[in-house]
Structure formats: structure tokens, C-alpha cells
């Protein structure tokens, strides 16, 4: 599948999240994104250096800004909901950025951004990412190669705001 580019209407999915009693739960993309402006970001997992000490942080310390430019929701996909909900809990300060999970990595396959880390033991895994969508539409698209961390940031997505 080619990779979700400008111009390109997010697929619908369903991702999943732990309410405050640990019960699964889940919500679909349309349902938050439509008519709205919304961040999506995508990281190969939790408690990694560049996603815990660089991509995650820089999202929930520039969210106020983020927010004040009308970005309505900034939402983050991982894959496990059970450590994403846990590695959410590192992040005292988070105000504003949603952690959701897509397990299977369903929804990271439609949007054409899975990276297969089968060969490290790691399983199929989402790319690092970000998306800026309008009204379900990208606007932005910044996909990184490798192990790369240059243009997926909180920075590079208020420069295109």
C-alpha cells in the first residue's frame, strides 16, 4: 500500500485505549478528526530514546501552542494499549496529547506507514510519523526513513501551520 501523502483523506479505523479503571475502550479516527484540525503522530514504541526523550515530549511541551494555532486534538499511535497506557503515565504533565493504540497495527497498515522490524524480533510496528489533517483531509505529511527523528516533530508541524 502507498503511503498516506497531502492531499489524501484519512482512512476511518478503530483504535484502543484504557479508561481510568483499565478496561479497554475504543474510538474511532473519524469520529475525532472530522471537522477539525488534528495532529496525528506515530511512533515505534514506548520507553525508546528518541520516542520518550524527544518525539512524545515535544508534542505535550509545544501543545499549548499547537492548540492556540487551532489544532483541535493531538492524538499519538503506538501499538500495545497496555504499554502505551502505562508509558502515558511518564508524562506527569500531558495536558493535551492522546495516547491510542492500534495493536495489530491495522489502522498503521491503511494509512501505508507500518515498518517491519520482524527481522529485530520487534513485529510489524508503525513509522515514525506525523500528520497534520483538516476536516480528515492531510495537509502535512512528514515520514521518516530509518531511525530518523528530523522532520516528524512538534517544531516541524508548527512551522507548517
Known amino acids: 500500500m502507498a503511503p498516506i501523502t497531502v492531499g489524501d483523506v484519512v482512512p476511518d479505523g ?17 469520529s475525532l478528526a472530522a471537522g477539525k484540525k488534528v495532529i496525528i503522530f506515530g511512533v515505534p514504541g514506548a520507553f525508546t530514546p528518541t520516542c520518550s526523550l524527544k518525539h512524545v515530549p515535544g508534542f505535550i511541551e509545544r501543545a499549548e501552542e499547537l492548540k492556540g494555532k487551532g489544532v483541535d486534538e493531538i ?18 504533565e500531558n495536558k493535551h496529547v492522546k495516547f491510542l493504540a492500534d495493536g495489530s497495527a491495522v489502522y498503521t497498515h491503511a494509512l501505508g506507514l507500518e515498518l517491519d522490524l520482524t527481522d529485530k524480533g520487534l513485529g510489524i510496528r508503525s513509522k515514525r510519523f506525523a500528520l497534520l489533517v483538516e476536516d480528515l483531509k492531510v495537509k502535512v505529511a512528514n515520514v521518516e526513513g530509518g531511525g530518523e527523528f528530523t522532520i516528524s516533530g512538534a517544531d516541524d508541524i508548527i512551522k507548517a501551520l
Open 14 to 30: 478503530t483504535l484502543a485505549y484504557l479508561d481510568e479503571e483499565n478496561k479497554p475502550q475504543s474510538v474511532t479516527i473519524h
Open 75 to 92: 492524538i499519538c499511535i503506538m501499538n500495545d494499549p497496555f504499554v502505551l497506557n502505562s508509558w502515558a503515565k511518564t508524562f506527569p
